[in-house]
T-cell receptor, first 115, second 116 residues
């Protein structure tokens, strides 16, 4: 089956660093995405990993280990505006092993940044 | 560049009625997707268009749901007749082309559907 797990809620302090973990079990793997979603708004693309290792983009970094079925999103120098839901999504494989653009989402991690 | 837009933002209907949701993708994007989030659950894939053709409709719940993308531009998702369990947020997303390694999907703000 398809399963993506991430913590439901996290709390962190302004200026600190927070790591949001995501583990996945999917029938095939063709990339992992992180999205940020503020309440009532569209999910916004943050990062993409398809190879093992760390991808850095400003204050945000994302790590992937395909052998462990594991990713994390690292947010540095937290700001109040980072309070949002963070969605981990895997792009699986289609029938017969072909690529598919279908994303499989976790339930999201609601991050609260406190002063 | 305008993002993905969806209309309406909210819809409240009674069980048995019909509702049509509209999605306008980013101009020039061949791929268009519909997803749904039921309260308390994860966002789930419904279907994928490549231009006007249905590439993958494996996530469509049942035959009460009909998606169209005539002309390969905007898309509509009709629910007829609506049931209580259809309540949720319906997201549309678009991406440029199939076959790219990184084919990022850009999401719209969603339509919140409430069936009473």
């Amino acid at each position: 089956g398809q399963n993506i797990d991430q913590p439901t809620e996290m709390t962190a302090t302004e200026g600190a660093i927070v790591q949001i973990n995501c583990t996945y079990q999917t029938s095939g793997f063709n990339g992992l995405f992180w999205y940020q979603q503020h309440a009532g708004e569209a999910p916004t693309f943050l990062s993409y990993n398809v190879l093992d290792g760390l991808e850095e983009k400003g204050r945000f970094s994302s790590f992937l280990s395909r052998s462990k079925g594991y990713s994390y999103l690292l947010l540095k120098e937290l700001q109040m505006k980072d309070s949002a839901s963070y969605l981990c999504a895997v792009r699986s494989q289609g029938l017969y092993g072909g690529a598919t653009n279908k994303l499989i989402f976790g339930t999201g991690t609601l991050l609260a940044v406190q002063p | 560049e305008a993002g993905v837009t969806q209309f309406p933002s909210h819809s409240v209907i009674e069980k048995g009625q019909t509702v049509t949701l509209r999605c306008d993708p980013i101009s020039g994007h061949d791929n268009l997707y519909w997803y749904r989030r039921v309260m308390g659950k994860e966002i789930k894939f419904l279907l994928h268009f490549v231009k006007e053709s249905k590439q993958d409709e494996s996530g469509m719940p049942n035959n009460r749901f009909l998606a169209e993308r005539t002309g390969g531009t905007y898309s509509t998702l009709k629910v007829q007749p609506a049931e209580l369990e259809d309540s949720g947020v319906y997201f549309c997303a678009s991406s440029p082309k199939t076959g790219l390694i990184l084919d990022t999907q850009y999401f719209g703000p969603g339509t919140r559907l409430t069936v009473l």
